[in-house]
């Protein structure tokens, strides 16, 4: 059983950035898709952003593309979310997920996780 920890959440300006981490322990995800989703308040889940397990491949939701970066390190078990010119739409409890596989979909509308991390919190001030 992996377990998955987020840090690098906060309060920040918009337009500021933050960099995100998930940190999975427990066994390697280096042979897994990995997500990260967010959820606000009064509001269902959503996806963010997927990066395949060689890292070669990445797809994100139209509301972060060209502001939001995954990148991954599997030397370090470690799966990152760079955000760039936040938007207070942007606040949310943001979580990583490990995929069940590496199959890596054409469209993540569908994709199912199997690992959540607990969640790490960020908030965007106007």
Do not use: H
Request: hydrophobic share 35%; net charge positive.
């Amino acid at each position: 059983q992996v377990q998955l920890v987020e840090s690098g959440g906060g309060l920040v300006q918009a337009g500021g950035s933050l960099r995100l981490s998930c940190a999975a322990s427990g066994r390697t995800i280096n042979i897994y898709t990995m997500g990260w989703f967010r959820q606000a308040p009064g509001k269902e889940r959503e996806f963010v952003a997927a990066i395949s397990w060689s890292g070669d491949s990445t797809y994100y939701a139209d509301s972060v593309k060209g502001r939001f970066t995954i990148s991954r390190d599997n030397a370090k078990n470690t799966v990152y979310l760079q955000m760039n010119s936040l938007k207070p739409e942007d606040t949310a409890v943001y979580y990583c997920a490990k995929g069940a596989s590496a199959y890596f979909p054409r469209d993540f509308s569908k994709w199912q996780a199997d690992s959540w991390g607990q969640g790490t919190q960020v908030t965007v001030s106007s």
